[in-house]
Structure formats: structure tokens, C-alpha cells
């Protein structure tokens, strides 16, 4: 279990997380997005211990675990975009097949299953985040 409770953090002057409040339960599994400088990399070093708050409390579970992803974008050739695009597999893997398929039944249930999927929206959706 993970509780904060009125975290203030400022830096330099500027306030980053002001009385921020949060509980997630035992065995719950979250995800932070968010704009750039909307605080998501200080929350994740305050609750690692790497930062300590100005004011409230945080208190994490000696067994949670806690996992996190680089800031950075893997370095190449490929787009930020494209990369999150490319973690979607089950939408690389229909779009594969379509470009390949030559059955009509398959063929209609690759683009039957595109559209349950909301394939043409994957681009706006993946933008969204960045």
C-alpha cells in the first residue's frame, strides 16, 4: 500500500506539488501521465526516498514494489511517437497481417478487429501522452 497525504515539494522557489494526496491499495497496479514539469518525476523520486517533501507524509508498504521507465527516449533513429506506437503489439501485428492478408474472411476480420481497437485513433491517443 501506498499513502500520501498533503505532500508539498518546492524547488528553487517554485512549488511542483502542493497538499497532494493519493492511497493506493495493497496490490493495485497505477500509472503516471502527465505534461512535462507537472511533477510526475518528483513524485516518483519523493516516494523513492530519492527527494523528501516540504510538508506531509508518505508512507509505502516495506513490500511494494515500484517500477519506472527512463524519461529519456531510447536514442535512434526512431520518433518518440513511433516508439509508443510500437509497443502497442496487437495493433503492429494486425496492421502486419492486412498488408499480407489475401483471404477476404481474414482480411474483414483483421479490419473488423482494427476497428474494435480504434486503430485509426492510435496516433492521437499515443500524441496525447507525450
Known amino acids: 500500500m501506498l ?4 505532500i508539498t ?5 517554485k512549488t ?8 493506493i491499495p495493497a496490490g493495485h497496479k497505477v500509472g ?3 505534461k512535462n ?3 510526475k518525476s518528483t513524485l516518483l523520486k519523493l516516494i523513492t526516498g530519492e527527494l523528501h517533501a516540504d510538508e ?5 508498504r516495506n513490500k511494494a ?3 519506472q521507465v527512463a524519461q529519456e527516449a531510447p536514442g535512434g533513429a526512431t520518433s ?5 506506437l510500437e509497443a502497442d503489439h496487437e495493433l503492429q501485428s494486425l496492421q502486419k497481417a492486412a498488408e499480407t492478408a489475401t483471404d477476404p474472411e481474414e482480411i474483414s476480420a483483421i479490419h473488423i478487429r482494427l476497428a474494435d481497437i480504434e486503430a485509426h485513433t492510435a496516433e492521437a491517443r499515443a500524441a496525447s501522452i507525450l
Not at 499513502?3 to 498533503?6: A, V
Not at 518518440?80 to 509508443?84: A, E, F, I, Q
Request: net charge positive; charged share 20%; hydrophobic share 45%.
Open 37 to 39: 514539469g507537472a511533477g
Open 32 to 34: 503516471i501521465v502527465g
Open 56 to 60: 506531509g507524509t508518505l508512507k509505502i
Open 80 to 84: 518518440l511517437l513511433d516508439t509508443v
Open 9 to 13: 515539494f518546492r524547488i528553487a522557489g
Open 65 to 67: 514494489k515500484l517500477g
Open 3 to 6: 499513502q500520501i497525504q498533503d
Open 16 to 23: 511542483l506539488l502542493e497538499n497532494t494526496s493519493a492511497r
